[in-house]
């Protein structure tokens, strides 16, 4: 099969999975295949740890002065969980497809002791976030991986080990190594990692900077630098967007007031919270909801979001 008709095969494939516009649930937990229609303009987003692949449309993604595109020809791996703008080109008659596969740590280390053992340790800078190019292997993995996931028994089965073999085929790819060192946590991204999930933990208690580089064995000045380095963003930046992230999730799927959301994600004062998350998302808390139960159809609340989720 020549390049164009496995492309074709993956969208007719993409099709059935993916029949409604946003979410769809497959028969693995950690994996969803997503559908858009319509063109978004940038809006904040934060992924969790994953790898996500377009088989038609294409997606930008904004990190400072980087662009992360991800569309036919490449595909999104995230390690840590990093804010940035996304943006969506779609429209009804080629919307964007794509696989959304949660990372799984216990699988990926699995692997990276194996590649490890095999090719060496790398020496390639860890990265939160990188878009790589689909080679050859990884095109025919994600084909077989999406024909299993058809038929219900085959994607039951067959689908865990087709998995595996797509992160086997990232993980030892071009840009692996980028994967491989942040997922071994080694040296500076390894202790802002752990600051990482303090704040993905905690961020309802009345957290500060000393307090983060204290869980990050590291002076503050050290800690502002390498924080930076890794989310290109300052450590209460990034505290503000996971609380405003968890906060517009929890409006959305537990249909709370913004003031009850305000609290419950460590904010003192409602007032407060709505002009920073109408200055975040540049919509009042209720127009931003209204704004995203138009736009996406919405998972079961024990779903995984593509957005980080409160757990």
């Known amino acids: 099969m020549d390049a164009a008709a496995r ?26 295949f997503l ?36 569309d036919a020809q490449h595909c999104l791996v995230v390690s840590v969980p990093v804010p940035f703008t996304m943006e969506t080109d779609a429209t009804e008659q ?3 497809l794509a696989v959304y596969m949660r990372l799984d740590f216990k699988l990926a280390g699995e692997l990276l002791l194996e590649i490890d053992e095999t090719f060496g340790p790398t020496s390639a800078q860890p990265r939160g976030m990188y878009s790589s190019a689909m080679d050859e292997g990884l095109r025919e993995s994600t084909l077989r991986f999406l024909e299993a996931m058809n038929h219900p028994v085959e994607a039951r089965i067959l689908g865990p080990s087709l998995v595996r073999e797509i992160y086997y085929r990232i993980i030892a790819g071009e840009q692996g190594g980028s994967m491989r060192a ?19 933990s905690c961020y309802q208690e009345p957290l ?35 609380r405003l992230h968890q906060a517009r999730l929890l409006m959305l799927r537990n249909d709370v007031s913004a003031a009850a959301a305000a609290f419950d994600v460590g904010y003192e004062s409602p007032s407060q919270f709505s002009r920073e998350f109408k200055r975040f998302f540049g919509r009042t808390p209720q127009a931003e909801i209204a704004w995203m139960k138009a736009t996406y159809a919405l998972p079961e609340p024990s779903t995984p979001s593509l957005f980080v989720s409160s757990h």
């Open 35 to 70: 559908r858009s229609n319509r063109p978004l303009n940038r809006t904040p987003v934060l992924y969790e740890p994953g790898i996500v692949i377009l088989c038609q449309g294409r997606k930008r993604g904004y990190l400072g002065d980087d662009v992360y595109l991800y």
């Open 208 to 242: 500060n900077v000393e307090v983060l580089a204290q869980e990050a064995s590291m002076s503050v000045p050290n800690f502002h630098l390498h924080f930076r380095n890794v989310t290109d963003s300052s450590p209460m930046q990034y505290l503000k967007s996971t």
């Open 182 to 200: 942040a997922l071994s946590r080694h040296g500076h991204f390894g202790k802002v990692t752990r600051a990482i999930r303090k704040i993905h």
């Open 7 to 32: 492309t074709r095969r993956m969208v007719q494939l993409m099709e059935q999975l993916a029949p409604l516009e946003g979410y769809n649930l497959s028969a693995l937990d950690d994996v969803r």
């Open 94 to 96: 080629e919307p964007m």
